[in-house]
């Protein structure tokens, strides 16, 4: 039988990634996540499957000059941590910001699976 764990617990694990996330630290990023874990576009498109693509997938975006998540809401209801973000983003088109809901399973103080509902980019008005 699994020991509870309390939401404040649950909740750490995806604030260290965020945090980590905004400072484009891969290594203390990867810490909370799974070696197994899974990535997905919800509901169902896998993009990543274990922490090796989820790393690699990482690297590239953090190579972005102001990429940021900023944390609008959250919600914790058992093992799930729901996040609701603004990403300011570069696209290919130029600075601007994307809305996105995130979800993450948390399981044994790491990142099991995660889904991601992203909005359209929206483009910063002063390029």
Known sequence: MKAEVSPSTIEAVVQRQLDAYNNKDIDAFMENWADDAQYFEHPATLLASGAAAIRER???????????????????LNNKVVDTEIVS?????????????CIYEVTDNKITKAWFVMGKPILNEEQ
């Open 89 to 101: 983003r570069t696209f290919p088109e130029g600075l601007g910001h994307i809305d996105a809901v």
């Open 58 to 76: 990482h690297l590239i975006r953090f190579k972005e000059p102001n990429l940021f998540g900023k944390l609008v809401s959250r919600i914790v």
